[in-house]
């Protein structure tokens, strides 16, 4: 009976082979769009490469069914690759090190680490935008360190004994005029005044710090936070001149000054650009922003609309939402996943009770009978832009009304350079300077921060302040060297085991209602246990400690690759040869001499686009006969 049936499946397998033979065959390639899976290629034979190992436990802690078993040596060493974190980081701060300053128990020499490349840490410790984190290797296992709450806890503890190693420079007899003290050109000033050159920064504005003073709320950035850190740059010598607005800079130079740097913020606010966007009940952004700021406080109403999804408009409408404002929402034509602030600002914003409205823009501002009303428009996603983000396009006849007391723009803002400067700028307003050296077409003078970039973040002001400062130096006859070494030499490199598991430890609040009707700090920083806890999950990937051991349960894994996907160092291999005889035996352990990477191998299309593109590209067979109505 078996048989019969056997051949007669044989049978039927032989008429369609037959049947199809002369055909062609129909295929269809999966979108790119829609595949849901890991690139990774999968193979049968798992490689490692000794030399390329650190020993960072990444893949032994990335594998689901533990079945790799690692054992290092407890002493390590600089390993010569760019830790992710550090690279990522626009002034390039040395977070792997000053991490490892606070799990040793000394938050004074990490905040020695972090003042080598900032001369504004706290606050960066408070609202860095910690681009650092996305690098962060420890996200391919579970969540990525986070960073910029350690540098707080460090700074938060901070004794100055950094200031033991600083150096200045003689006096250099060059005069320096920097326009705007936000952080572009606090940084320049801060390091050309070590260099030896006499510094003066001029700044519009009643207050020190730029769009960190008036464009940050206090309950993210408190004031004596920013003032400590300039009061810092003051004593050492950079004069700082507020309610003084400059028309020329040719009058600089009669003025003596043998350079100058252009750091003027970004704070022009964009209009809807909808009709009645101007007038009674709407604000710009950075305008309402400011104001508040500065002392000036408004009453809103009981309710207002933001418009925009970045971190000007979350600050925008928790601001509102302690002004007063009993029911502020946020407009936003893409989804969440586009948007492009903080994840962490936007959860506060929910918190605070700030509705989110997504898929929807406006479409004109009406006033009827003393009355403001904004009408939008339904908005669904279409193909991609620039940016990588999908385009946001309107639904015919979808249009809707609100009732509002005020509309505040937060769609974007732009520098505000005079006229007067005579110098070049693109259709963006941002002035035109060379990308090596952020020199302007006019001699002597320099300019970067958002005056260059456009609306950036506080690093990346910091980041394009050392580069000015640099170049500045060489241009007044210097070396342009700007290093600091602040902190003492490292000691030898102790790790005994994993780096811990787990997850970040909680961020703490204040209270619920005090956030609602204070602009008092929100955030809490954390505890010695709850930093050295954090710690303890870096991986060090920085550091190379030797492997003593590195086995593979052969019998339990089912070589998904993911040990391959999670590995920074490309340590891992996957081949495509022959399946071992004994893949299935259970107790079937493979040393690391059985895996060494051998000389030759086909290793998988995952971190080698050389490979993957000589794949053959994903398809599936479609039965054209199956497709016939009947």
């Known amino acids: 009976m078996a048989g019969n049936i056997f051949g007669a499946g044989m049978l039927k397998g032989l008429g369609v082979t037959f049947k199809n033979i002369l055909k062609r065959p129909v295929t269809v390639q999966y979108p790119e769009q829609r595949l849901n899976v890991s690139r990774r290629e999968r193979g049968t034979v798992l490689a490692w490469s000794m030399e390329k190992c650190t020993g960072c436990y990444t893949c032994q802690q990335a594998c689901p069914h533990k079945c790799i078993s690692i054992e290092t040596s ?64 420890r996200g391919d296992i579970d969540e ?31 005069k320096v005029a920097v326009i705007g003290a936000g952080p572009a050109g606090l940084t320049v000033a801060y390091y050309l005044a070590r260099k030896g050159h006499s510094v003066t920064v001029f700044e519009a504005l009643p207050a020190t710090g730029g769009m960190m003073k008036v464009g940050i709320p206090d309950y993210r950035l408190p004031p004596e936070i920013l003032e400590g850190d300039i009061k810092e740059i003051e004593d050492i010598g950079v004069s700082i001149k507020t309610d003084f607005r400059i ?16 750091g003027v913020g970004a704070h022009q606010a964009m209009a809807l650009g909808v009709p009645g966007d101007t007038g009674d009940g709407v604000l710009g952004g950075v305008d309402f922003l400011r104001e508040v700021n500065l002392g000036n406080h408004r009453k809103l109403g009981k309710r207002v609309a933001v418009i925009g999804g970045g971190n000007t408009a979350i600050d925008c409408a928790r601001t509102a939402v302690r002004e007063g404002a009993e029911e502020v929402s946020l407009i936003y034509r893409r989804t969440r996943a586009e948007m492009p602030a ?54 015919a006849g979808s249009e809707y009304l609100i009732e509002l007391e005020h509309i505040i723009s937060a769609v974007s803002q732009s520098p505000i350079v005079p006229k007067e400067f005579a110098l070049s700028t693109d259709r963006g307003s941002r002035l035109i300077v060379d990308s090596e050296t952020l ?7 320099y300019a970067g921060g958002d005056a260059v970039l ?18 500045m130096d060489k241009y007044l006859g210097g070396d342009g060297d700007i290093r600091e070494t602040l902190a003492t030499p490292e ?80 340590a891992l291999y996957m081949g495509t040869e022959y ?52």
Not at 439 to 445: D, E, L, N, P, R
Not at 592 to 613: F, M, N, V, W
Request: glycine share 6%.
């Open 74 to 137: 407890s002493e390590g060493q600089k390993y010569d690759a760019v830790v992710p974190c550090v690279q990522r980081c626009p002034a390039h701060v040395d977070a792997a090190r000053y991490i490892r300053c606070i799990a040793s128990g000394k938050p004074e020499e990490a905040v020695a680490v972090i003042r080598e490349k900032l001369p504004l840490p706290s606050v960066c410790a408070y609202i860095c935008a910690h681009p650092c984190e996305n690098n962060c290797n």
């Open 144 to 174: 990525p360190i986070s960073i910029r709450k350690l540098k707080r806890y460090a700074i938060d503890r901070d004794n100055g004994m950094w200031k033991a190693n600083v150096r200045q420079s003689p006096a250099s007899g060059k």
């Open 247 to 262: 028309e020329s800079v040719d009058k600089l130079f009669d003025d003596g000054y043998n350079a100058v740097f252009v």
């Open 342 to 395: 903080a994840p962490e600002e936007i959860e506060e914003a929910v918190d605070e009770g700030v509705k989110l409205v997504f898929l929807a823009a406006p479409s004109r501002v009406l006033r009827q009978d003393g009355k403001l009303q904004l009408e939008c428009v339904r908005m669904k996603l279409g193909a991609e832009d620039s940016s990588g983000r999908r385009r946001p396009e309107q639904i």
């Open 439 to 445: 020199a302007s077409a006019k001699t002597g003078v």
């Open 454 to 471: 456009g609306p950036a973040t506080v690093i990346e002001c910091i980041a394009q302040g050392r580069l000015a400062a640099s170049s």
């Open 491 to 570: 000691s030898p490199l102790q790790r005994i085991g994993a780096p811990r598991e787990g997850f970040r430890p909680h961020n703490d609040t204040i209270e619920h209602d005090r956030r609602l009707s204070t602009f008092e700090g929100v955030e809490i920083g954390w505890s010695k246990e709850d930093a050295e806890s954090e710690c303890g999950r870096c991986l060090r990937c920085d550091i190379q400690y030797k492997p003593e051991k590195w086995e593979l349960k052969g019998g339990q894994c089912i070589y998904c690759g993911l040990c391959v996907e999670a590995c920074p160092f490309d």
């Open 579 to 630: 399946e071992r005889s004994s893949y299935r035996l259970s107790e079937q352990t493979l040393p690391k001499e059985e895996l060494l990477t051998p000389q030759k191998r086909q290793a998988s299309g995952y971190y080698h686009s050389e490979i993957a593109r000589t794949l053959p590209e994903q398809t599936l067979c479609i039965d054209k006969t199956k497709d016939k109505k009947k």
